[in-house]
């Protein structure tokens, strides 16, 4: 038994259903056995009761008959709606897997269409970061061909400078080897007490030696002019800010002077007020040198600003006060000399052009300082 229930455990559906079917037809073959068995027992019955009866009367036997084929029509009729109601559950059983199989496709289908959702924006996202990829690679290969472009222009303009120096070589050996020959002939026509071949090599490279020399010394005087050059260029921008350092000052000192005094001027411009610095110093009298102008030479030199400021340092009186410092302003600012028009700054000259307007600078320092003495 345990056998035959494992072996009807492993039978399909299809064949659990045929299985159905057969039974059912068994069925219904054994229930019309038995009603044809009913129905022979009936006329046997009704044959023996009615042996009495006359057997020639036809209204009985159509009656008779009559009630034979209504039992056996319903019999049948209503084993077939049996039968009927039964394929109507079995389809109904069917439609219903088969509903219930559909919903779980258009659910799986709508489970694959959010998933496929979320690969279509990571996918986006992907496409969109290599697109950024590839414009920056193609920014950077656009760099390189830049890059190499100049390269090649390099080496094409480093190729064109020694081709022109090979030519020049080339056109100078010629001309080394035409004046050789010509001093061959000149010497074999002299005779034999003419230098001989090796005698004039040994003069052309004794030349092409000293010629060496000579390039090797223009190339070492050439460094030290370039050296001196760099050293006089430090000079002139110490001077000049030392230039900028006096006038600032010496517009201080009279921007001070002018309200000790209690002077009532109308109020001047940056550039008017610079105008009339500059002519203050030019009717000022001369006096000694400021003594923080050092970097200024005396005479013309080409010392550094340490050796110039050592050479200067005895000049300097040890009467001449301080330059007066400049209490800040928080309202007003002071004009600076030679920044509001380049055409009052002086060209690149030597220090003895500068002496005079030196001396007036430190002439008018020294007149503001007497003013201010003599009003203490």
Do not use: W
């Not at 900028?244 to 550039?271: A, I, V």
Request: proline share 5%; aromatic share 2%.
């Amino acid at each position: 038994m345990m056998t035959e229930m494992n072996n009807h455990g492993d039978f399909s559906r299809d064949e659990l259903l045929n299985l159905l079917c057969y039974l059912e037809g068994e069925l219904e073959a054994r229930d019309d056995v038995i009603k044809l068995l009913q129905t022979e027992k009936r006329l046997f019955l009704a044959s023996s009761s009615q042996n009495s009866r006359e057997k020639e009367e036809p209204v009985l036997a159509l009656s008779r008959d009559a009630l034979v084929c209504d039992d056996v029509m319903n019999n049948h009729n209503k084993y077939h709606n049996i039968y009927n109601l039964q394929l109507l559950k079995e389809a109904e059983e069917r439609h219903a897997l088969a509903i219930k199989e559909l919903e779980l496709e258009n659910e799986r289908k709508r489970r694959y269409a959010e998933q496929g959702d979320d690969v279509m924006a990571q996918l986006e996202k992907e496409r969109l970061k290599l697109l950024q990829q590839i414009e920056y690679l193609n920014e950077e290969i656009s760099k390189c061909k830049a890059e190499v472009e100049a390269a090649d222009k390099k080496l094409e303009s480093e190729r064109e400078k020694h081709k022109c120096i090979v030519l020049f070589l080339i056109q100078e050996r010629k001309q080394m080897l035409l004046r050789m020959h010509q001093m061959k002939i000149k010497g074999n026509s002299e005779g034999k007490n003419s230098l001989s071949s090796n005698q004039l090599i040994n003069e052309m490279r004794k030349e092409l030696e000293a010629v060496r020399q000579e390039r090797d010394k223009l190339k070492a005087s050439n460094r030290s002019l370039t050296s001196e050059n760099l050293s006089l260029k430090d000079v002139v921008k110490g001077q000049e800010a030392d230039l900028l350092l006096l006038r600032r000052n010496l517009l201080s000192n009279t921007k001070l002077s002018l309200d000790k005094q209690n002077t009532q001027l109308p109020l001047l411009s940056e550039e008017k007020a610079v105008v009339v610095a500059n002519r203050m110093v030019a009717t000022a009298p001369p006096a000694a040198r400021i003594p923080s102008s050092s970097s200024f030479p005396v005479e013309r030199s080409r010392l550094p600003r340490g050796m110039a400021s050592q050479q200067q340092s005895p000049a300097v009186p040890k009467t001449a006060p301080p330059p007066f410092r400049q209490n800040a302003s928080p309202t007003k600012k002071i004009p600076t000399m030679g920044l509001s028009s380049t055409s009052r700054r002086p060209a690149a000259s030597g220090p003895a052009t500068r002496e005079p307007e030196i001396e007036q600078l430190e002439a008018a320092i020294e007149s503001m300082n007497v003013v201010s003495s003599s009003e203490f």
